[in-house]
C-alpha cells in the first residue's frame, strides 16, 4: 500500500513569514495526526483529527499553527507567523479506526524539515 | 496516557541480540505498549505492541513482565540496518488514546 505523504520534504523561511505542510494519509485510514519533531528530541503531538473533526489539539499554540482536513482526507498544517523555534520536522501520521482492527500503530510519513532563518 | 523510561543510549554487537528496556510502572490495564523505531532522516516505524502476553513479529519480539511495569524490546540477530532511536510508548488502544513519544533509545549496532 501507498505509504503517507507529506510535501515539502524541505522549506527554509525567514522569522515572520508563513509556511504550509501538506499531508496525504494512506487510503481508508480515519485517523490523522501532525506531530512536531525537534532535533534531539521525540515527536511532540500537535493535532489529532478523526475523519475532518479534531480530537485533541490541546499542544496545538493557536496563536500561531493552524490545521484543517478537509473532507477527511488530506490535512494542511500553517504556521503563521514563524518564529526561530519552530525550526523542526514535522510528521504527519495516519492510523485505521479502532473497530477495524486491533493494531493501532501509526504509519508515518517522512516529514517536512523546516528551518527557520 | 502513562509515561515511559528508557535508557539514553545502547550498543550491540552486530549478529547479537539487542535488547531494549523500557519501564512503564505507571501503566493502566487497559494500556498497550507499543514500539517504534526511527531511523535517520525517516518519520518513526511501527515495530511491534502487546498487552500482556509476549509478542513476536518478523521484525522483533516484545516481552512483557508479568506485573506490566516494564517490557523488553528484543532484536534477535542486530545488523547494522538496526541502527537507530527505539521508542517505547504506552497507549489505550482506542481513537482518543494518544500516543506520547519519550526521547527513546538510541541503539547503536557495531561491525
Known amino acids: 500500500e501507498a505509504g503517507v505523504a507529506q510535501s515539502p520534504r524541505y522549506k527554509i523561511i525567514e522569522k515572520r513569514q508563513s509556511v504550509a505542510f501538506w499531508c496525504n494519509p494512506i487510503?481508508?485510514?480515519?485517523?490523522l495526526y501532525w506531530y512536531q519533531q525537534i532535533l534531539g528530541q521525540g515527536p511532540k503531538l500537535l493535532i489529532q483529527?478523526?475523519?475532518?473533526?479534531?480530537?485533541?489539539d490541546s499542544q496545538l499554540p493557536k496563536d500561531r499553527f493552524s490545521a484543517e482536513r478537509l473532507k477527511g482526507v488530506d490535512s494542511t498544517l500553517k504556521i503563521q507567523p514563524a518564529k526561530l523555534e519552530d525550526s523542526a520536522v514535522y510528521l504527519c501520521?495516519?492510523?485505521?479506526?479502532?473497530?477495524?482492527?486491533?493494531?493501532?500503530?501509526?504509519?508515518f510519513g517522512s516529514g517536512t524539515r523546516l528551518t527557520v532563518v | 496516557d502513562a509515561k515511559t523510561t528508557q535508557p539514553t543510549s545502547m550498543d550491540c554487537a552486530e549478529g547479537r541480540a539487542a535488547n531494549l528496556p523500557c519501564n512503564h510502572s505507571?501503566?493502566?490495564?487497559?494500556?498497550?505498549v507499543y514500539w517504534y523505531r526511527q531511523i535517520h532522516s525517516q518519520g518513526p516505524q511501527y515495530i511491534i505492541h502487546?498487552?500482556?502476553n509476549n509478542e513476536t513479529n518478523e521484525m522483533a519480539s516484545l516481552i512483557i513482565t508479568e506485573d506490566r511495569k516494564s517490557s523488553t524490546l528484543i532484536l534477535p540477530h542486530a545488523t547494522l540496518r538496526d541502527t537507530a532511536v527505539y521508542y517505547c510508548?504506552?497507549?489505550?488502544?482506542?481513537?482518543?488514546?494518544?500516543?506520547?513519544f519519550g526521547d527513546g533509545t538510541t541503539l547503536t549496532v557495531k561491525p
Open positions: 483529527f478523526q475523519n475532518n473533526g479534531v480530537v485533541d
Open positions: 502487546g498487552l500482556k
Open positions: 487510503s481508508g485510514h480515519a485517523t
Open positions: 501520521a495516519s492510523s485505521l479506526l479502532p473497530r477495524r482492527q486491533l493494531n493501532y500503530g501509526y504509519t
Open positions: 510508548i504506552v497507549r489505550v488502544n482506542t481513537n482518543a488514546g494518544k500516543s506520547t
Open positions: 505507571t501503566i493502566s490495564g487497559n494500556e498497550y
